[in-house]
């Protein structure tokens, strides 16, 4: 992590600037920023622990609490909303059993929803780590859940102590 | 224009790569800029042009660049805004990731132009795969010798970072976007200073949208008066429109500005979707107010929009049907702004905090006679009073909403529930 930081930050004048950057690597290689990462950034970078706590809980792609294996963002904006969405929300809750902003107890899956994407001509749309699955309906969905569930080899209700979330 | 021009690799499938941009005629608009032309003369064929800035305001790029001082004892900055966080717009990740060199190229022109050495592109952090196709172009572009120190064996050098975004829209705003570069938490800056004398680290700064930028090296390659000839003189130019919600063909499109809106919904986009009817049109990202069916004739460009009390914005085409309730619409669109709110200023943090539980109320059915009248009086004390475009947008959307579409909002308050339901 540290020599990744600081080539990122190498791109700046000022190490100040490469707190937002220095964060994205941490989040990347932990999953989530607790405490302990939080003052390991600064130190590394040689700035105030206080300005990187504000840039991680001011910025909304940063996660002070842990997620699922899989993060699964639904966009709710209006583009999406008008294809569907709220019943793609409806039917996620329900066969995750699990509502918005909650995690599946086998810590598979976390369920949110989010801002508009920048990819409405998809819509409605659904964010799962890097990748963007547009055009879904709720076919499509079952199909997109098989395959991740599939990508960790277990079914939904497995013993959670065999699910390892990124960094923990 | 039946040829597309920002498009035009769009569709290739290997138009991420610098072998098909340079097959294309690539990077010979920089190499005309750096050996036949001086900054100056550059900045003068982009003012000639009439470009004006695709991130929403419309501003006049050749007169922001005039603004840089010429000598100005520090660095120059140039900052690429690919935050692209306005609801209903996708077109600068497209050409991201289908095309990032013509932006690389326009940004090493506008570079020159301003005398910058080093640049940044804000790109927000959820376009992953733009983000890794920008990266292998600028590596492609550095070993070639489009980027770096002696460009094309001129005096020119240039370097080109990428800088990503963590989420909060309010980074697109161009002074916010400073403070997220320099670490600290975005919120907007005083004006003046402007950036173009007192920006990134205090220095002059120009900050462009993706699409302005990839306009540069075509007025470049084919001079300002074939750019002034596509679309209307004062807000001319190849245009991209991004088509989403209630139509037949959501996506991109490339037409000339000032096209108009029925147009390019109903011809281009193939109009509603089966068995029904348009109800309005959102014509720039929901910051853009409404505009209801018997208004689509309006053209397409920056000041036909003004003119009809909405705006070009980003040119995100929000198609809505007559399935969809209107109040329910409204009430996404502030949620949004007050989730999106940084905070700075009371009548947006507070102002929009309130209009958002009114609107719950009154789509819930829950609604009282004076809500409206509150509403109304809300937009008031908003508009014109807050601190940056992000209050009086949402004001001015909620606005139009009321006007063109009372009657929804009275059934719901008189029938005491949704009629769409
Ligand atoms: C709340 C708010 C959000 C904005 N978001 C964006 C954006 O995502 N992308 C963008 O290019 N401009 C955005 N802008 C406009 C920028 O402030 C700025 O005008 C623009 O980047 C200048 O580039 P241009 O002259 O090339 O259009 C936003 C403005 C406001 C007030
Ligand atoms: S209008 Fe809203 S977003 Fe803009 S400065 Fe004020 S609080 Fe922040
Ligand atoms: S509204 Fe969902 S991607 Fe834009």
């Known amino acids: 992590m540290r020599e990744k930081i600081e080539v990122a930050a190498a791109r700046y004048p ?3 600037s490469a707190i937002m950057p220095a964060l994205l690597i941490a989040q990347k290689e932990h999953g989530h920023l607790p405490g302990p990462v939080l003052e390991e950034v600064a130190d590394i970078l040689g700035v105030e622990r206080i300005w990187v706590y504000e840039l991680a809980t001011f910025y909304t792609l940063f996660r002070i609490e842990p997620v699922g294996v899989f993060h699964l963002q639904l966009c709710d904006n209006v583009s999406c909303m008008l294809r569907g969405s709220e019943d793609l929300l409806r039917h996620l809750e329900a066969v995750l059993g699990i509502k918005k902003d909650g995690t599946t107890l086998d810590g598979l899956f976390t369920l949110s929803t989010v801002e508009c994407l920048g990819a409405c001509e998809m819509a409605p749309v659904m964010q799962v780590g890097d990748d963007y699955h547009g055009g879904l309906d709720i076919a499509r969905i079952d199909a997109l859940l098989e395959r991740l569930r599939a990508m960790t080899g277990q079914a939904i209700g497995a013993d959670p102590a065999t699910t390892t979330p990124p960094g923990e | 224009m039946t040829e597309p021009v920002l498009l035009r690799n769009v569709d290739m499938p290997d138009g991420h790569l610098l072998a098909t941009y340079e097959a294309g005629g690539g990077y010979q608009a ?4 750096v050996h036949e032309h001086t900054p100056d003369e550059i900045i003068d064929l982009v003012k000639k042009s009439n470009l004006r800035g695709r991130g929403g305001a419309g501003f006049p790029t050749g007169m922001k660049w005039s603004f840089v001082p010429k000598r100005a004892g520090k660095p120059k900055y140039l900052c690429c805004n690919a935050d692209e966080g306005e609801p209903g717009t996708f077109k600068d990740r497209i050409i991201m990731e289908r095309d990032p060199h013509q932006l690389i190229e326009g940004m090493a022109i506008s570079g020159y132009a301003i005398g910058a050495e080093t ?3 804000y790109i927000r952090g959820e376009y992953a795969l733009a983000i890794r196709r920008l990266e292998q172009a ?17 005096d020119f050098n240039f370097t080109v970072h990428i800088h990503c975004g963590a989420g909060a829209y309010i980074c697109g705003e161009e002074t916010a976007m400073l403070d997220a570069l320099e670490g600290k938490r975005a919120q907007p800056r ?26 540069v090296p075509h007025i470049v390659a084919r001079g300002p008066d074939w750019f002034r000839g596509i679309g209307p003189d004062k807000s001319p130019g190849p245009k991209l429109y991004c088509l989403s919600g209630q139509v037949r063909k959501p996506g991109l499109y490339e037409l000339p500005m000032g096209i108009p809106l029925r147009e390019l919904v109903e011809d281009h986009a193939g109009g509603p979707l089966p068995g029904r009817k348009i109800k ?3 014509p720039g990202g929901v910051s853009a107010p409404l505009i209801p069916e018997r208004g689509l004739d309006v053209g397409m460009d920056f000041d036909s929009l003004a003119a009809a009390g909405s705006m070009l914005g980003s040119a995100g085409v929000i198609v809505i049907d007559d399935s969809t309730c209107m109040v329910k619409v409204a009430t996404r ?22 209009v958002v539980k009114v609107l719950r109320r009154v789509e819930a059915g829950q609604g009282g006679p004076g809500d409206l009248e ?16 992000l209050g009086d947008g949402a004001a001015m959307g909620l606005r139009a909403a009321l006007t063109h579409f009372e009657h929804e909002f009275v059934a719901h308050i008189e029938e005491r529930r949704c009629p769409f339901h």
Do not use: M
Not at chain 2, 333 to 354: A, D, Q, V, Y
């Open chain 2, 333 to 354: 669109i502030i949620e949004f702004f007050h989730h999106e709110s940084c905070g700075k200023c009371t009548p947006c943090r507070e102002g929009l905090n309130w």
């Open chain 2, 280 to 282: 309005a049109v959102i």
């Open chain 2, 374 to 389: 509150q509403l109304e009086a809300l937009c008031k004390g908003i508009f014109g009073n807050t601190f940056c475009a």
């Open chain 2, 119 to 121: 640049a940044y592109v």
């Open chain 1, 14 to 16: 000022d190490q100040r």
């Open chain 2, 30 to 33: 920089l190499a005309k800029a």
């Open chain 2, 190 to 215: 005083l004006k003046p200073p402007f950036p173009a004398v007192e920006g990134l680290y205090a220095s002059p700064t120009v900050i462009n949208n993706v699409e302005t930028l990839a306009c």
């Open chain 2, 138 to 154: 600028l590596a492609e572009a550095h070993a070639k010798g489009y980027l770096g120190k002696r460009i094309l064996g001129s």
